[in-house]
């Protein structure tokens, strides 16, 4: 059974720090692209970062560039999000995505699996 549970969500002041962890089970962690996205209340769906597990290449939605930083543990099938300099605007639930490919996507649609999802509140 294919499983992607994401965890490390929580409230933070804004400029506070929070790391994600996606731990993956159920496929071959080496084959894919693990991709965090997140959904504020009555937004759509943004792709925040993705990784091959692959290679380790990256990648960044503008808007949290310098910002955040995704990294992989293959050894441990998890993908972690550390997020830094938090913003009110960050606040959504955010989730992890498996992409059967070796190339980076932030496309939600194009996401095989997904987790359900860990809320992050950034407050003023």
């Known amino acids: 059974e294919v499983q992607l549970v994401e965890s490390g969500g929580g409230l933070v002041q804004a400029g506070g720090s929070l790391r994600l962890s996606c731990a993956a089970s159920g496929f071959t962690f080496d084959d894919y692209a693990i991709g965090w996205f997140r959904q504020a209340p009555g937004k759509e769906r943004e792709g925040v970062s993705c990784?091959?597990?692959?290679?380790?290449?990256?990648y960044y939605a503008d808007s949290v560039k310098g910002r955040f930083t995704i990294s992989s543990d293959n050894a441990k099938n998890t993908v972690y999000l550390q997020m830094n300099s938090l913003k009110p605007e960050d606040t959504a639930v955010y989730y992890c995505a498996g992409l059967n490919s070796w190339y980076l996507s932030l496309l939600g649609d194009e996401y095989d699996y997904w987790g359900q999802g860990t809320q992050v509140t950034v407050s003023l």
């Open positions: 990784i091959s597990s692959t290679d380790g290449r990256t």
